[in-house]
Structures are given as structure tokens and as C-alpha cells.
């Protein structure tokens, strides 16, 4: 299970990998809760694609694509609309 700290150790996310869901911390400021919940989006996405990395590398990992997954959500919603409705077809 993945735990996103902030600098005061305070656990902000966390994604359980037995059942798949994402748990944000009620403590999480409303100014992080998109960052957070992207961070563990890119877990997710880590952990879906099977990888067998852990530990340090893996938040090594994840701390680098969570910036551009966030970037590519908020200014590309065009796209991403496209993108969903050809998966529809
Ligand atoms: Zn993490």
C-alpha cells in the first residue's frame, strides 16, 4: 500500500492495491486533493502496469509522471474527451 506523506509525516493518500481504491486524507488541504488523488492515479498506473518495482524507485517513478499526468488532465480536456469517446467505440 502507497503512502503519500507531507513534509510533517502526516499520511495524505494512500491506494490499497487488494481492492484498488484510493483513500485521501479528511486532513488534506482542498488546494492538494488534486495532486494527491493524481500522485496515486500514477501508482495506480505503476502498479497496473505490472513493473515489480517498489519502494524508492517506484516514488521515484510516480513523483516524476505525477506533474505531467496533471498537466495533461487540466489543459487538455479536449483531448481527453476525444481520446474517451473512441475507447467508447
Ligand atoms: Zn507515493
Redesign the pocket.
Known amino acids: 500500500m502507497?503512502?503519500?506523506r507531507a513534509v510533517e509525516g502526516q499520511r495524505l493518500?494512500d491506494l490499497n492495491t487488494a481492492t484498488l481504491e484510493i483513500e485521501l486524507s479528511p486532513e488534506l488541504r482542498r488546494s492538494n486533493v488534486a495532486s494527491v488523488l493524481t500522485?496515486?492515479i500514477?501508482?495506480f498506473l505503476v502498479y497496473e502496469a505490472d513493473l515489480e518495482i517498489d519502494g524508492d524507485l517506484?516514488?521515484k517513478l510516480?513523483?516524476g509522471l505525477t506533474p505531467s499526468l496533471a498537466c495533461l488532465i487540466r489543459d487538455n480536456q479536449r483531448l481527453l474527451a476525444w481520446i474517451r469517446e473512441r475507447l467508447r467505440e
Open positions: 502507497d503512502q503519500v493518500g500522485h496515486e500514477a501508482h517506484e516514488e510516480v513523483a
